[in-house]
């Protein structure tokens, strides 16, 4: 599946093993339920963490295609998904809020550029490319042809269902697809069934679904123990101990 939003968390806590495993579950039930809502599908959701102060990675995958769902074209829908993405992260660090962390533990909350990104900065080179192109010489745009088929070949890699694929080729010319052969014998049969890409289809939001309170995040004690705010930060903890 295409990764559709990646949020990065660097909060201020230092946790052990069980605590870790909590913080995971916490954090993979509140990215899941929101992810699943803004994007219309049931999304694959994986979260990374590290030890020392909590470093987490957030990732969310899904169908590009059915993501953009109501937004029109797949070119504004692209765009519209990386600004779903910054919601994702702001969703997640309220969240935290909202469930009884200090502000103060959220050292650093950023949404990282994933695929939506690679699609937006490439249709952006096709522009620039065609407002340039009676000022450039047959060498250079043949040059630069080429370098964007090679992104888009890139791309077309990435993407996991056969409705993704066809919606970003239906976006370029002819001139920047990557062969039709390539496509076949590199890309295709990685590509998911399309009863899996139907099983991931779920009732479109309504704005009331994304303004209700969402379910507590801190079922567990452990959950509670690691992630509320039991006592000085890590940093003001460490100062005095010097």
């Not at 579950?25 to 999304?43: D, H, M």
């Not at 109501?70 to 309220?94: C, L, M, N, P």
């Not at 047959?138 to 992104?151: M, N, S």
Request: aromatic share 10%.
């Amino acid at each position: 599946m295409s990764n559709l939003a990646i949020v990065y968390l660097h909060l201020d806590f230092d946790l052990s093993y069980d605590d870790f495993e909590a913080t995971r579950e916490y954090l993979t039930n509140v990215a899941g339920r929101y992810s699943s809502i803004i994007y219309r599908q049931n999304s694959n959701v994986r979260v990374e963490l590290r030890d020392g102060s909590v470093k987490a990675w957030i990732l969310v995958a899904g169908s590009i295609y059915v993501a953009i769902g109501q937004y029109g074209s797949f070119r504004s829908g692209v765009d519209q998904i990386i600004k779903d993405a910054k919601s994702v992260k702001e969703y997640i660090t309220d969240t935290l809020v909202k469930d009884g962390v200090d502000e103060s533990r959220v050292i650093e909350a950023k949404r990282n550029r994933c695929l939506p990104d690679k699609i937006r900065r490439l249709f952006l080179r096709i522009d620039r490319f065609e407002e340039r192109i009676d000022d450039m010489s047959p060498a250079e745009k043949a040059r630069e042809a080429e370098l964007i088929t090679r992104a888009a070949a890139g791309i077309s890699y990435e993407l996991d269902y056969q409705e993704d694929l066809n919606q970003f080729l239906s976006c370029l010319d002819d001139l920047f697809k990557p062969s039709p052969e390539s496509l076949k014998l590199r890309y295709r049969p990685a590509i998911r069934k399309e009863e899996d890409f139907m099983d991931r289809l779920v009732v479109p939001y309504t704005a009331d679904e994304l303004t209700i309170e969402p379910p507590r995040g801190f079922e567990s004690s452990s959950a509670n123990k690691a992630l509320q705010l039991t006592s000085a930060p890590l940093a003001l903890r460490n100062r005095n101990c010097n």
